[in-house]
């Protein structure tokens, strides 16, 4: 996995924040617990806000893909 990788606030109405100081371009996936993909976005920020607010309630799944390194962590929309 990647380290020092921090989503928050977790759970989340809405909006939340992927934090990962590695400078590097980050491929970020957000799939429901069906395994669709509902969102996808790349970005070399260091801390990027992703918006859920327009998804239902419910577990998500946050995968980030970063120096060919792949973690995935779970959030939950309420």
């Known amino acids: ?4 990788v921090s989503i928050y606030p977790n759970p989340t109405s809405g909006v939340f924040t992927i934090e990962l100081n590695n400078g590097a371009v980050k491929t970020i996936q957000v799939t429901d617990i069906a ?4 969102l ?3 970005s070399d920020l260091d801390k990027l806000n992703v918006n859920i607010s327009s998804l239902a309630n419910g577990i998500y799944y946050v995968k980030i893909q970063s120096n060919n390194s ?3 962590i779970k ?3 309420n």
């Open 35 to 38: 395994g669709r993909v509902v």
């Open 40 to 42: 996808s976005n790349t």
């Open 70 to 72: 792949v973690e995935t």
């Open 75 to 77: 959030i939950v929309k």
């Open 1 to 4: 996995g990647i380290s020092g």
